[in-house]
């Protein structure tokens, strides 16, 4: 890998790391009671989104549908079998007991995401047309409504929203 690739994709890295970030604080300036703080932060995170999108598509690791599913499923799986279980066991070796939790959630979810890209490989054309509900609290994807509580994370059923 030359130079400029892994720049790109150090760059990328970087920009998809505004971009969350800058999200995460138009939440907390809405909170606040400043909207145009909130809209400035939006709109530099779209701004970092062009640029993560362009490092990532120069770097060509944007491929076919198929290709890109592999890609996904081989990056859920590392997440829930290798990097979140190793996060599990040093916050709890640490005592950390609630990003402990949370990663064990996010675990459990990377493997439902795994699944899902799965599913959608297997045969992309016959994939139902479904809405996706996403569990605010934990992130746990349910295909169509979802009216129970999360299996994840038990968050009450007002906790999902449809992605759009």
Not at 96 to 106: D, I, L, M, S, T
Not at 136 to 157: F, L, M
């Amino acid at each position: 890998m030359s130079k400029t690739h892994e720049n790109m994709m150090a760059a990328f890295a970087g920009e998809s790391q505004a971009n969350r970030k800058y999200l995460a604080f138009a939440r907390q300036a809405e909170k606040e009671g400043l909207p145009q703080v909130a809209k400035l932060f939006r709109a530099a995170a779209e701004a970092e989104t062009i640029h993560a999108l362009a490092h990532l598509r120069n770097a060509g690791k944007i491929g076919s549908t198929a290709d890109n599913l592999k890609s996904a499923i081989e990056g859920e799986t590392y997440e829930f079998t290798k990097m979140y279980p190793e996060m599990i066991t040093e916050a709890e070796a640490e005592g950390e007991k609630v990003p402990g939790r949370y990663f064990g959630w996010a675990n459990a979810v990377e493997e439902v995401h795994a699944n899902l890209y799965k599913k959608a490989l297997a045969d992309p054309a016959a994939l139902p047309e479904v809405d996706y509900y996403v569990c605010s609290v934990c992130g746990y994807t349910h295909e169509g409504p979802h009216d129970g509580k999360c299996p994840v994370c038990n968050a009450a059923p007002s906790a999902f929203y449809k992605v759009d």
